[in-house]
């Protein structure tokens, strides 16, 4: 019992030292408290924490890897590998670890569930698996209606196999519940221009200058449009 304190007590000061982004210190602290303790799981996570924010990603997968080993059903730690093999462009492997964090959740824990298939809908779609990234994007408007990036990233799919309809619908949603999202106007825009709807694509490409003047492709995309309406002043 007095080890597990002691193990406690570098915890408590290595958390003191990641709540200030004394990284380095944070990770000297809570490696002392996994020397004292080995299987000291929330040390082995937070270490992994302290390592990611130093780039420090292979020393993150072997701590997150080591939890596993102990907790072999740990959901969450599952998530955050993928996490990090997401951000390492290891998609393939990281599907793998977000598949892992879906099998092993609690299917009540709706917030959860839609991170994760935010994440995979997010990896596949970069291995141009477009279908995949659908039904992901299905299952995490399931979860949480009213999170407008969902519906954004799922039109963005259905744009790449030719559901032009499909993604006007998911755009319009997105704009419905968030009337400032800029690339929602871009992307309807670019789908109506692809529909031959060049009124209505430059009437999205109006509203996405408005909202943000500084994206060039606008201007461009809106020229093109009005350029096949015969309006070469515009």
């Known amino acids: 019992e007095s080890i597990r304190k002691d193990a406690d007590t570098y915890y408590a000061i290595a958390y003191s030292k990641l709540c200030q982004r004394d990284y380095i ?3 000297e602290d ?83 569930h839609d991170n994760y298939y935010f994440k995979r809908g997010l990896a596949k779609y970069n291995l141009g698996d477009y279908i995949g990234t659908i039904e992901d994007y299905n ?29 006007i619908e998911d755009y319009n949603k997105v704009i419905e519940l968030n009337p400032h999202f800029t690339e929602a106007y871009s992307s309807r825009g670019l789908t109506k221009f692809n529909l031959d709807n060049y009124i209505g694509a430059i009437e999205d490409y109006d509203k996405a200058i408005e909202f943000d003047p ?21």
């Open 25 to 27: 210190g944070a990770i």
């Open 30 to 112: 809570y490696t002392k408290a996994i020397e004292i303790y080995p299987e000291f799981v929330k040390a082995l996570v937070m270490r992994g924490f302290a390592k990611e924010a130093l780039e420090d990603y292979v020393g993150v997968i072997e701590d997150y890897n080591k939890v596993i080993e102990i907790f072999p059903k740990y959901a969450d730690v599952y998530y955050k590998l993928g996490n990090v093999k997401y951000a390492l462009g290891n998609y393939t492997n990281a599907i793998e670890d977000y598949n892992k964090a879906i099998e092993f959740d609690d299917p009540q824990d709706e917030e959860i």
């Open 139 to 167: 299952k995490a408007i399931e979860y949480d209606p009213e999170e407008e990036v969902n519906y954004y990233n799922r039109g963005l799919a259905k744009f790449n196999i030719d559901d032009y309809k499909g993604a």
């Open 214 to 234: 500084q994206i060039e492709d606008n201007y461009y995309n809106r020229g093109l449009a009005k350029f096949n309406i015969d309006d070469y002043k515009g």
